[in-house]
């Protein structure tokens, strides 16, 4: 049983929640760019599903009261179907291809940052079936691949939450079940050793603690700047596994 991997995954994955919950974004970014670095990458996302689903119900029973239930419907469901695709292409496709794809889609999320920081271009789409269902399925695609949810139903929930701890809320409900039907899909694929049960227990105990103090620095922390200075570390992180 290798200890410093244990000790490593827990530490990626306390740092990864504790930035989500101070920022209301970055753990899939943070978390699936340095896991694979020490684990594979099938193994990654299977802790970074369980992660996902412990921090999504700790941070919307804390929200419960912003949580905008008349829009989550659609998206979520929608969401649930793109899941199977996308778990599927991580199992058939090359771990290199993979680190490719993801660093390719960092990139992409530079001028997605830009544009949702920038009051003037700010995306609101209408609440309604087809929106909910288009976003829904290309947000389980890529949660399915990369743990990557939280841009697409941003730009849907933006729109229709009244404030930002009503959007936060509403985005952290929405992980706990997109969370919760990747953790039964990698369960499937993904063999349980002892030291990945280790991995992911103390991964999900580390969130649990993480989260807490991420949402005490929330409310005081400036978003915006948070948000530029992500936009000048992913182009290097995709450049990284692109070329790496």
Sequence with gaps: MDILTIVGVTAINFFSVFLQGCTGFGYAITAMFLMPFILPYKESMFIGTIVIVFMAVQMAVYLRKHINFKVVLVPILFCLLGIWPGVYLIRTLDEKIVRLIF??????????????????FKINLKANFINGSIVGFIAGIATGMFNMTG????????????????????????????????????????????????EAVLSSIACLVAGFLGLKVYKKLNKKIVRYIFMGILPILGLILIFR
């Design 103 to 120: 660093g390719i889609f960092l990139i992409c999320l530079v001028p997605y940052f830009y544009f949702t920081s920038d009051p003037k």
């Design 151 to 198: 841009p697409f139903f941003t730009m849907y929930y933006f729109g229709c939450c009244e404030d930002s701890l009503s959007l936060k809320g509403t985005m952290e409900f929405s992980y706990v079940f997109t969370g919760l039907a990747s953790v039964v899909m990698y369960a499937i694929y993904t063999p349980l050793t002892p030291q990945l049960s280790i």
